[in-house]
């Protein structure tokens, strides 16, 4: 399937977005799993607490981010932008 890309310049707000989708998932996953194990509902239950906890996490994400950027400047020789 074919589609038109957004410009590069959307890459700063895609990528943190992807990876607080996947991180905040499979954190919450974990956590259902591992405090109320493999219940009926779970999948819908998961779902729930997984979107309210992305909706968390992209904010947070964009806040930390300039911050670990600095950061990891201290220990890796960064590019210039």
């Known amino acids: 399937m074919k589609f038109k890309k957004l410009p590069a310049q959307y890459a700063a707000?895609?990528?943190?977005?992807?990876?607080s989708g996947l991180m905040s998932g499979t954190i919450?996953?974990?956590?259902m799993l591992m405090n109320l194990g493999f219940t009926a509902g779970?999948?819908?239950?998961?779902?729930?607490?997984w979107m309210f906890s992305w909706a968390i996490a992209y904010p947070i994400v964009l806040i930390f981010l300039p911050?670990?950027?600095?950061l990891t400047g201290?220990?890796?020789?960064?590019?210039?932008?």
């Open 67 to 70: 911050l670990v950027r600095r």
């Open 74 to 81: 201290l220990f890796v020789e960064m590019p210039p932008h």
């Open 42 to 49: 779970f999948g819908a239950q998961w779902f729930t607490t």
């Open 13 to 19: 707000w895609i990528i943190p977005f992807l990876l």
């Open 28 to 31: 919450s996953l974990i956590n």
